[in-house]
Each structure stands twice: as structure tokens, then as C-alpha cells.
């Protein structure tokens, strides 16, 4: 059964930093663009990043361009998230999805067709 299941998050204060992993069950790397996108509280969901299977090019969306990175975790079959310098609006829950298109260019607006089951960022003092 594919899925994805994430870990990470939690609360960490202004200007720290975190790392969301998100590790793909029945699903091969290979074969699927990864995203991750939030959600804060009264807002629309927003396409944060991606990362290509062929290339591994990252994308990256303006918002969080400055702050994030991602990885990827070859022996835990895992793409990871790596958010700094935090403030209070990157608050949101958290999701990674997998799409079945394999992308060579940017990935932001692809359709995705498997989502984890989302993680909550707070960032407060």
C-alpha cells in the first residue's frame, strides 16, 4: 500500500530551525515528483517546495526560498525539509505529497496523488 508518513515539527521559537522528514511507503523515489506544502490557519494551502526524481532539482516557492532546503535520505527512502530562521508566520501544518508525474522541470503547480498525513509547525516564544 503506498503512502507517505511524515515525522517531525512541533514548536520551536522564532529564528530556530527544523527539520521535517517524509518517508515513502510502497512508493519509489524514482518514479515520483515529491512536494511538500502548508496550510496555516485561514489560509489557502501553498505549494512550498519540490524536489525532481531525475535531476533532483529544488524548487523552491518565494515565500520560503531563503529558509528552506531539501534532501533527500537514500537508505530511509525519505526527502526531508530543512526550514530555518522560522517566524511566527510559517506557522501552518505541514504535508508532503508524491505525484506519479515524473517532473524535469518546476513542480510547484503539478498535480500530486499522495499525501502525508501532515505535521504542525508552531513557531511562537
Known amino acids: 500500500q503506498a503512502r507517505l508518513v511524515q515525522s517531525g515539527g512541533g514548536l520551536v521559537e522564532p529564528g530556530g530551525s527544523l527539520t521535517l522528514s517524509c518517508k515513502l511507503s510502497g512508493l519509489k523515489y524514482e518514479h515520483h515528483t515529491i512536494g511538500w506544502f502548508r496550510q496555516a490557519p485561514g489560509k489557502d494551502r501553498e505549494a512550498v517546495a519540490c524536489i525532481t526524481p531525475r535531476s533532483s532539482y529544488r524548487y523552491f516557492a518565494d515565500s520560503v526560498k531563503y529558509q528552506a532546503t531539501m534532501s533527500r535520505d537514500v537508505d530511509l527512502n525519505a526527502v526531508n525539509l530543512h526550514l530555518e530562521h522560522l517566524e511566527p508566520e510559517d506557522t501552518a501544518f505541514y504535508f508532503c505529497?508524491?505525484?506519479?508525474?515524473?517532473?524535469?522541470?518546476?513542480?510547484?503547480?503539478?498535480?500530486?496523488?499522495?499525501w502525508g498525513q501532515g505535521t504542525e509547525v508552531t513557531v511562537s516564544s
Open positions: 505529497a508524491a505525484s506519479v508525474v515524473v517532473a524535469d522541470n518546476n513542480c510547484l503547480s503539478l498535480s500530486y496523488d499522495y
